[in-house]
């Protein structure tokens, strides 16, 4: 392996096509490209974001491979392509073990294939599980400002599942300027709540921390709600925790019950994409038969299309989109190249002669 800036090599002397070499992006240059920039990801995540609700991505439906004996487990695969003047293709492998927390592990893990515009080339494979837990916060953190306009800044926090997506989330929102007077912990496990307790001590963040010992009194106590479980169906039913009307990340997308959600404000990334796979928003349209449930998109609030009730909790449910993933990934394989680090395993694609 060597570490070069890419050459395309060509195909045939004269041959129009050149093939770009394959490199390989470990998780250490992932995470050392994209510390200290949130507010520049929350950017570049909101603008592929607002591409894809124009129409100008092609993000299919996330196909699930699930195991009859590994029932909690799946693997993941996202493909996506970004047109424009991002020009990328390219698939996410995702695998969530939730067994893994148990031995310390983190549950999920990932890897990141970038192909190329114009051949079709796989030219990159990424570690991909900081990207995946990167572009999820981002989002996260775009949707907190933008359903928060019109109402009180929300100044308590409170994390419901407290594993590597909350700690994402925590780190961009405060990577983006949100401050807070109190933070929230609750956790089904005492290890999880105490290890998302100590990153927060470790990274001198304001605030009071409270860990609290049950879903009601963290959400009672909290103007900002973040669900980032593995709760694989709903355990959160009560309307009355909601009654201060917050506004709640539903990341981990089915903690609420589908007659909670009949009451709030709901809105998603995708609608097509949201409504599967036995998410909340999914229920509550077997529920009721209709989409009526649904105030809109976020693209709808960015754009102000669709006002954010403010006499109702707020609920964001995002399914997570492909396209965020490879635009993050193309972004770091960028920055990468810039710095003169890209590490390229030569020979990766031999038959490069159609005739031999
Ligand atoms: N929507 C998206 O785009 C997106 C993207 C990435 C991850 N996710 C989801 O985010 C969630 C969290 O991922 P992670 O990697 O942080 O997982 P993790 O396993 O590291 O942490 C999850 C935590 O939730 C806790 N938990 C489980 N059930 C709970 C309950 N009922 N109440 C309170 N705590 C509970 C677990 O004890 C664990 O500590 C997953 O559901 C994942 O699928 C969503």
Redesign the pocket.
Known sequence: MTAIRPTPARAEADGPAAVPPFAVIGGGQVRHTLAGREQEIVDLVEATYRLHSAGDTVNPPSYFLRFPDRPASRIIALPASIGGQVRVDGLKWIS?F?EN?ASGL???SAVLILNDHDTGYPFACLESSII??T??AA?AACAAAALSRGRARPTRVGF????????YIHTFLAGTGWEFAEIGV????PE??AGFRGYLERTGTGGRITVHES?ESLISSSDLVVF????GRP?VSERSWFDHDPVVLH?????LAPELLLSTANFV?DVEHCLKAGTSPHLAEQLTGGREFLDGTLDDVLAGRVPVPTDRPVVF?????GVLDLAVGKYVYDEVVRAGELTVIPDFFHELRRYG
């Not at 990341?251 to 903690?255: E, G, M, Q």
């Open positions: 969530s939730p927390v983190p549950r999920a995946s837990a572009r999820t989002l419901v599942g407290t594993g590597l997506i909350a700690r609750h956790d089904l496990s999880s709540g879903a980032a479980t593995v709760a355990h990341v981990s997308l089915r903690d990334d449910s995002p399914f997570g989109l």
